[in-house]
Structures are given as C-alpha cells and as structure tokens.
C-alpha cells in the first residue's frame, strides 16, 4: 500500500519504510472516510489473507487518483484517510482471526485455563496501533501479551534465517541433501 501511495515521496515518509510510513500517516488521517470490506469473512478458520484487502485498497486509490486528476505515482491528497483506513482494517482483521484462534486453543485445551500468553512478533508488532488493539483483546480475554521492542521487530525473513543458522549449529532438523523432496508452491 505504501508504494502504490507512493509514500516514498511524500514529505513526511520519504525516508521511512513502508509499513512505518502507514502508521505515521494513519494517526492524523480519518479511518472512517474510507471503508474496505475485510477479507475472508466467508471463512470460519484462523487463517489471514490480505490479497483480497490490497485489490480493494488499489482499486479506491485507483478511483481516488480520477477523482483528484492526478496520475499514478503523484500524492493524494487523501493518502492519510487512505493509511488510516488500511491500517484498522489490517488490525480489525488481525483481531478477528487471532481472537478466533484463542478461542479454538481454550476449547480445545490447547492452552493452559490460567496464565495464557499470546505473542506476536515480526513487522506488524512494531506497529503501536496493532499492538494497542492486540493488547485490548488480550485483556478481555484474560491473556497476557508479549511483543519484542519495536526495534527487534522486524522482517520475519530475518528471524528465519536465524533459526536456520541456530538449527544448523546445533544439527536440528539439518537436511544434507535436497534429492527426493517435492516443492509446492503453498
């Protein structure tokens, strides 16, 4: 979403990533000028998608920039109302499929009856407004909630690779060869 915005050369956000650019934007933008339908309301499963929420964002700021008269790549106008909206809608969405899977662990057992701990962590825990509603719904629901400090948060590819490197040094669940495994693409 920030690069379709072109965020990069926006005055505020030229030299933010992407994700950072979104949350700063969001806090003075009006998230209810914009309304997206959230994704995979039809599915009674914790699974997350965001395919079907980035066709809808492209789509109104395809129709905002014929609106404004301007071309792809120049700065709406709008582009705060546009990050405020994304991002409660990527929260509400989060919130739902999360508070989904609480509830199917405490059916299930999975998780103890006292003391329960959710944790989030890579990019989308270093967004504030995220952790905020997380942090309201981990309350309701008698959990605690942990999150690495913003700094640490960071792209999941990261953390990956250092569980590969940790896994390596240790010889857990190496494999030496790749001959005979089938890649999917899922």
Same mark, same amino acid.
């Given at each position: 979403?920030? =690069?379709? %915005? !072109? %965020?990069?050369?926006?005055?505020? +956000?030229h030299s933010m990533a992407g994700g950072k650019a979104i949350e700063h934007l969001a806090q003075t933008g009006n998230q209810e000028l914009l309304t997206f339908r959230l994704p995979m309301q039809q599915y009674r499963n914790c699974n /997350? !998608? /965001?395919s079907g929420l980035q066709n809808l964002? @492209? @789509? #109104?700021?395809v129709q905002k920039e014929k609106e404004e008269g301007i071309q792809e790549g120049e700065i709406? !106008? +709008?582009?705060?109302d546009v990050a405020a909206a994304v991002q409660h809608a990527v929260a509400v969405h989060i919130i739902q499929r999360t508070y989904r899977a609480m509830l199917f662990c405490i059916k299930n057992s999975i998780l103890p009856s006292k003391n329960a701990t959710l944790v989030v962590s890579g990019g989308v825990a270093s967004n504030q407004y995220i952790r905020k509603v997380l942090q309201n719904l981990a309350d309701a629901n008698d /959990? #605690?909630? %942990? +999150?690495p400090p913003p700094r640490l948060c960071t792209d999941n590819g990261v953390m990956i690779a250092w569980n590969g490197i940790?896994? %390596? =040094?240790?010889?857990?669940?190496?494999?030496? !060869? #790749?001959a005979g495994i089938r890649y999917e693409p899922r």
């Amino acid at each position: 979403v920030a =690069r379709r %915005l !072109s %965020l990069r050369k926006h005055p505020e +956000c030229h030299s933010m990533a992407g994700g950072k650019a979104i949350e700063h934007l969001a806090q003075t933008g009006n998230q209810e000028l914009l309304t997206f339908r959230l994704p995979m309301q039809q599915y009674r499963n914790c699974n /997350f !998608s /965001f395919s079907g929420l980035q066709n809808l964002v @492209n @789509n #109104a700021i395809v129709q905002k920039e014929k609106e404004e008269g301007i071309q792809e790549g120049e700065i709406l !106008s +709008c582009a705060k109302d546009v990050a405020a909206a994304v991002q409660h809608a990527v929260a509400v969405h989060i919130i739902q499929r999360t508070y989904r899977a609480m509830l199917f662990c405490i059916k299930n057992s999975i998780l103890p009856s006292k003391n329960a701990t959710l944790v989030v962590s890579g990019g989308v825990a270093s967004n504030q407004y995220i952790r905020k509603v997380l942090q309201n719904l981990a309350d309701a629901n008698d /959990f #605690a909630l %942990l +999150c690495p400090p913003p700094r640490l948060c960071t792209d999941n590819g990261v953390m990956i690779a250092w569980n590969g490197i940790e896994r %390596l =040094r240790a010889g857990l669940g190496v494999l030496h !060869s #790749a001959a005979g495994i089938r890649y999917e693409p899922r």
